[in-house]
């Protein structure tokens, strides 16, 4: 599976928040959600980016999303990242996945 990347859409509750959605195949994921880390600091599950920010008032600059949804098995992780800098940085490490890092498709 080629990793797909797209602007965060406006049903997303991370819009106006994260710039891009990268959607990862497993296991190569977690190799990427742990560069992200090493890369830009903590990160937060998708699901708590709301509540932790309203309350500890911090801004994680990126964010993950691995759970399983209505009993959907798990084939892929998705990544949320701020804006379109740490989209370069992510494309130019992980170009052999990714699909056209050049575009906002």
Not at 2 to 12: D, E
Not at 22 to 42: N, V
Request: charged letters at 20%.
């Amino acid at each position: 599976m080629k990793w797909t990347h797209k602007p965060v859409g406006t049903r997303n509750q991370l819009h106006n928040i994260m710039s891009w959605q990268i959607k990862c195949s497993l296991p190569a994921y977690f190799d990427a959600r742990t560069w992200c880390w090493e890369q830009w600091g903590p990160g937060i599950e998708y699901e708590h980016w709301i509540n932790y920010n309203h309350y500890a008032h911090k801004a994680m600059p990126w964010a993950w999303q691995s759970s399983k949804f209505q009993g959907a098995a798990i084939d892929h992780g998705t990544l949320y990242l701020r804006d379109d800098a740490m989209m370069t940085q992510f494309a130019n490490m992980w170009k052999s996945y990714i699909d056209n890092v050049d575009s906002r498709s």
